[in-house]
Structure formats: structure tokens, C-alpha cells
């Protein structure tokens, strides 16, 4: 795709300085890909066609065979508040309002993490072995966030139900209008709640869980997309970034099913140490790599009771 070198403001349709707006869809995409630009975004045009695209709920390529259509006010009102909010440093998934997570589109926003492609292979981890071992029964996700793991299992799982946990009722209020507009059988039940308090009274086949893993200086050292946008408590564990892999390596247990899974997504830099507390705690337990081949996926069964 060639991009442009445009960033004069786009030909008006109408005077007022106040909302000025394009004649055209073309100019208007003309105008977001200089913006972009403008702030050193490289990939400004297949940006400025993605916003274009979730704004208007429609194919991003279907917007340069209209180049020519006029530009509706609302249209462009919404359409250059989004723009600003990306060239302002906001991730494009918060100004578009979603985000892909394998086979879904989900909202997000700052209420949420937004899902990672590393966080794809710990839902697949959960799937073959459920697929190999047989296990119909319930699983957990904790810190279900967007609710990325809990309805990808859902959708493409044969549980006979999900339970989605998150001590966040913001982010439980996106998950659950994200479950709304995914179409499966597979019951998903949300709850909201610290580690394995919503669970208490149920046996689980499985237990997936992203839990923060970050250290407090570790965030302060992220890009300003994350740091400065997306919910701290989402990543920062206390003790070394290990606080809640410590503790639901030492509680999830209680909670399996004979045989059961617990597979959790772990920082590459401290894999070793999760190992440890993992056999500590009476698990059987391995590290598994992603897509980029850093060891992210620590998967555990009671030591006594199954294998990984
Ligand atoms: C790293 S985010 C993962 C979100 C989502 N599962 C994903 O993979 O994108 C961790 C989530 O755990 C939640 N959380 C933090 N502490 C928790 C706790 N003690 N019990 C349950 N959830 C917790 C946060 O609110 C956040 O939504």
C-alpha cells in the first residue's frame, strides 16, 4: 500500500472552524493518514483504514472504492475523535473499541487489557488438552479481563460451562457485553471476585489464568501506549512480579478436579522461579513456549493425581 504524504487539511464542506469537515470519504482518510504521520506513526494508512473501518462498521477496502462519496457530519465527527485519540498516544485497539483475540472480534477499552497474541496459545494449551484428555467438564478463567480466554473456550472449547472471574467489575462489565454479542452454547458465567473466591463451591476439569505479572518497575519502563492507557492492576504483581502466581499455584488445587489442569501465562524472564513455587505446591509442572519461543505457558497437574 502506498503511503501518502498528505497532511494539509482536507478540503472543507463546511466553514465552521469548529468541525470542519471533509467533502469527501477520501480526503477525510487523506487527512487521518498525515495526522497520523504527522506523530511518526509508520503504519498510518492501514491505521487510518482500520478506524475508518470500525468506525463505520465496514470493510476498511470498501472505503477507497468510495473515496468520492461525501462525508456525513456524524460520520466525521466520530471518525476524527478517534484519529486524535490515537495520534494523541492512545493504543489503536482503545481508539477503534476492539480488538481480535483468535477467532473474535471483542470490545475494549481502558477498562481492559487489551488481548495479546501470546495469550492465544494459552486458550489453545487449554483446548488440546481438554481434546486429548477428554474433559467436558467446567472450566475457569481468572482475570478474565475483555473476557478473551473465557469466551474463546466457550466458542471453540466443548465445556459444558465457563466460569470468567475478575476482581475488576469494570472489566467484568466488558466482558460480559462482549459475551453478549458472541453466539455460542457454551454457558459463561461471570463472577466477580478475588482469585478462587468465586469459585468456592465448584469443581473444576480446568483453570486458565493471565494474571498480572509485571513488576512496579517494570511498568514505569513500558512504552507510553501501555503505561500511560491500560489498567495497572491488569499487570503489576507485588513480590517480584510473582504475588499472584504465587498465590493461585498454592490455592488452585483445592479446586481440580482428580486429573485436572492448571495452565497459566507467565513472564519469559521469570519462568524458572514459577517452576519452583509450582513444585512447592505439589504440581507436576512444565514450561511451554509461544509464537515468539520465550517460555510463557507454565502448565500444572497435582503431582499426584495426572499427568501434564
Ligand atoms: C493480565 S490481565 C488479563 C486479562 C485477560 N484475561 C487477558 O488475557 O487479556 C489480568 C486480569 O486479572 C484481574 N485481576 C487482578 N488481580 C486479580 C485477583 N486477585 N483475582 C482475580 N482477578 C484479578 C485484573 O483485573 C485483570 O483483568
Redesign the pocket.
Given at each position: 500500500m502506498r503511503s501518502s504524504t498528505r497532511s494539509a487539511p482536507p478540503t472543507l464542506k463546511s466553514e465552521r472552524s469548529t468541525n470542519p469537515v471533509p467533502a469527501t470519504q477520501g480526503e477525510a482518510l487523506g487527512w487521518a493518514a498525515g495526522r497520523l504521520g504527522s506523530v511518526g506513526i509508520r503504519e498510518s494508512r492501514p491505521e487510518s483504514l482500520a478506524l475508518w473501518g470500525t468506525i463505520t462498521k465496514s470493510d476498511p477496502l470498501a472505503a477507497l472504492r468510495a473515496a468520492r462519496k461525501p462525508m456525513s457530519d456524524d460520520t466525521w465527527e466520530r471518525f476524527r475523535d478517534a484519529v486524535e485519540r490515537r495520534a494523541e498516544g492512545e493504543p489503536l485497539a482503545y481508539a477503534m473499541g476492539t480488538a481480535g483475540?483468535r477467532t473474535l472480534d471483542l470490545r475494549v477499552d481502558r477498562r481492559?487489557?487489551?488481548?495479546?497474541p501470546e495469550?492465544e496459545g494459552?486458550v489453545q494449551r487449554v483446548l488440546d488438552w481438554a481434546e486429548a484428555e477428554g474433559r467436558h467438564g467446567i472450566v475457569a478463567?481468572?482475570?478474565?479481563?475483555?473476557?478473551?480466554?473465557?469466551l474463546s473456550l466457550a466458542v471453540e472449547g466443548s465445556f459444558s460451562r465457563v466460569i470468567a472471574?475478575?476482581?475488576?467489575a469494570k472489566?467484568m462489565a466488558v466482558a460480559a457485553d462482549n459475551a453478549a454479542a458472541v453466539k455460542s452454547d457454551t454457558l459463561v458465567d461471570f463472577r466477580v471476585?478475588?482469585?478462587f473466591e468465586p469459585v468456592r463451591e465448584t469443581t473444576l476439569d480446568a483453570i486458565v489464568?493471565?494474571?498480572?505479572?509485571v513488576t512496579g518497575g517494570e511498568f514505569e519502563d513500558l512504552d507510553d501506549g501501555v503505561r500511560l492507557y491500560e489498567?495497572r492492576?491488569?499487570?503489576v504483581?507485588p513480590e517480584n512480579g510473582m504475588w499472584?502466581i504465587r498465590?493461585i499455584l498454592e490455592d488452585a488445587m483445592d479446586h481440580l478436579n482428580p486429573g485436572g489442569l492448571l495452565v497459566l501465562?507467565v513472564d519469559a524472564r521469570r519462568a524458572d522461579p514459577a517452576i519452583d513455587i509450582a513444585g512447592r505446591n505439589g504440581w507436576s509442572a512444565k514450561i511451554e513456549k509461544d509464537v515468539f519461543d520465550r517460555p510463557r505457558y507454565l502448565l500444572c497437574n497435582p503431582a499426584h493425581g495426572g499427568n501434564v
Open positions: 483475540f481492559v487489557l487489551i488481548p495479546r495469550t494459552l478463567d481468572i482475570g478474565t479481563g475483555s473476557g478473551c480466554i473465557a472471574t475478575d476482581t475488576s472489566a471476585g478475588e482469585f489464568t493471565n494474571p498480572p505479572y489498567p492492576d491488569a499487570l504483581s499472584h498465590r501465562e
